[in-house]
């Protein structure tokens, strides 16, 4: 996995097309299935306008991939859904138009659970994508497309969206950095929505300097996007290798039943590394936690039941022929959604419709501000925490796509952060019998700063993220 300053080396020994072309011929002999739409011909063309042009910007000629629900001006977007196949955007999401002006090449579009609804990647219209550790096992999810292509080589940047984990947690079974910025951090102009509440653009890099480098570039205000934040970016400045009078916190609650002995171990092992490297440490509590997938699952089912109501084969996407709208909405979705599509948007429905919405919705809403209010009370006498990304390694594909509650419980430990809206990264810290494991730093709001210099540190120390799977 090559990072940012050896590929401008590269480019500058060589050229950015050799470079584009090299990654292109690893994807195209690729058995993963990371990608849904390879920008072959795009990518060569921005490659040789790179090269004419000798452009200065942070990402010039480095190749990007982008997760298949950010929207990229003549190239394919889908969701990984059938009912949007073939759905060519007319417009570039926000961060697409930053990476362009970065100097960025968009390499193609990558798998992931349909409409971003999963953990594993597995319910995708266009086929699993696999662990490059093992290609047995899952890259986790929703953005594991993203994750997979970044440590199986075949791009060394890619974004991906995090609605309750879905940057973090493929990070953590592939072996890669992922970041999960605070809400409102990244515009979402351009993302298709799935839980607005919930979700922000996250980047994977095969390390910490790399993420910081590509965030400050798709970072900052953006006036198309509300919830877009107006404030200053630079967090490539705080990667220092010092934590020196940090404190961190140990939420015990992240740590609890189900985590794997060695996740426990490897995580547990890290701190000690921080500890000795200067930082303090410190038990907290945050005992909400136990609310948390409950409340999140009831959200973010709800905000996708409104948000989805829109792809009804009338305007764009997948379209049948039939007697009235009331039939043909009926069948462009029975036909075009998946079966966990479909249950997430019942389940929402259930869950706002009258008589349940102060029972469910309601009540969700309020136990989101009590985990919110945990977070500020930690946050009051630390800097960071730290806690396990996922409770355990990458598991087998098919072990868990037929039990929901199962796949649902994997996310126990990412959902809080999104429910509070704080930022978090997942950095590679151990591994267990071969497979990758990652510890998770979390922030305060628009802290982004304390967790990169966290994580660096780490990074800086050990040589975890120096690994790469057999035969990548």
Partial sequence: MATINELRESIHADSSEEIVAEYLERIEKSKLNAFITVSKESAILQAQKIDSQDHEGPLAGIPVAIKDNISTKGIQTTCASKILTGYIPPYDAHVIEKLKAAGAIIIGKTNMDEFAMGSSTETSFYGPTLNPWDTDRVPGGSS????????????PL???????????????????????????????????????????????????????????????????DSTSVNREVDYSSALKNDVKGMKIGIPQEYFGEGT???????????????????????????????????????????????????????????????????????????????????????????????GYHDKYYLKALKIRTLIKQDFERAFANVDVLIAPTMPYPAFKIGEKID???????????????????????????????????????IGKHFDEAAILRTAFAFEENTDFHTKQPEGY
């Fill in 403 to 441: 039990d929901p509650i199962s796949l649902f419980l994997s996310d126990v430990d990412t959902v809080p952060i999104n429910l509070a809206g704080v930022p978090s990264i997942s950095v590679p810290c151990g591994f267990s019998n071969g497979l990758p494991i990652g510890m998770q730093v």
């Fill in 158 to 224: 890619s974004l991906g969206s995090d609605t309750g984990g879905s940057v973090r947690c493929p990070a953590s079974f592939c072996g890669v950095v992922g970041l999960k910025p605070t809400y409102g951090a990244i515009s979402r102009y351009g993302l298709i929505s799935y839980a607005n509440s919930l979700e922000q653009i996250g980047p994977f890099g095969s390390c910490v300097r790399d993420v910081a480098t590509i965030f400050d570039v798709i970072a900052g205000h953006d006036p198309r």
């Fill in 144 to 155: 594991g497309g993203s994750a997979a292509a970044v440590a199986g080589g075949e791009t």
């Fill in 260 to 354: 794997d002995k060695d996740v426990d171990r490897s995580v547990r092992d890290a701190i000690n590394t921080l500890e000795g490297l200067g930082a303090t440490t410190v038990d907290v509590e945050m005992p909400n936690t136990k609310y948390a997938l409950s409340a999140y699952y009831v959200i973010a089912m709800s905000e996708a039941s409104s948000n989805l109501a829109r792809f009804d084969g009338m305007r764009y996407g997948l379209r049948v022929e039939d007697s009235d709208w009331h039939t043909t909405f009926s069948q462009v979705r029975a036909a075009g959604f998946g079966d966990e599509v479909k249950r997430r948007i019942l389940l929402g429905t259930y869950a706002l419709s009258a």
